[in-house]
Nanobody, 125 residues
């Protein structure tokens, strides 16, 4: 199973990006997915998660109201739409999937088994 995160790049403060997480070798449609990020010199932190069917989402307080996680199971892709970006959002963003069929999403990174390679988001003027 491989997860591919994409969509990162350089954006000015106040700008927007949409990250995508695609899977190969395994469908994402029956598994919860989380987005995490790691800034230089900092620990990895939870950003957002979504249930297998998209019926429920969770967002970290630091991104609530600015970021939105969503999924399109028909396309086997999970998205992270990021609006009103600020320099503190600069980080490598990772998507991850849990192993258990239709498990609940969680903020605990250790409970995610499959990880993408990460995509760099840089917010700078």
């Amino acid at each position: 199973v491989q997860l591919q995160a994409s969509g990162g790049g350089l954006v000015q403060p106040g700008g927007s990006l949409r990250l995508s997480c695609a899977a190969s070798g395994r469908t994402l449609s029956n598994f919860p997915v989380g987005w995490f990020r790691q800034a230089p010199g900092k620990e990895r932190e939870f950003v957002a998660s979504i249930t297998w069917d998209g019926s429920s989402t969770s967002h970290a307080d630091s991104v609530k109201g600015r970021f939105t996680i969503s999924r399109d199971n028909a396309k086997n892709i999970v998205y992270l739409k990021m609006n009103n970006l600020n320099p503190e959002d600069t980080a490598v963003y990772y998507c991850a999937s849990r192993l258990a069929f239709r498990a609940s999403p969680t903020e605990d990174a250790a409970r995610y088994i499959y990880w993408g390679q990460g995509t760099l988001v840089t917010v700078s003027s």
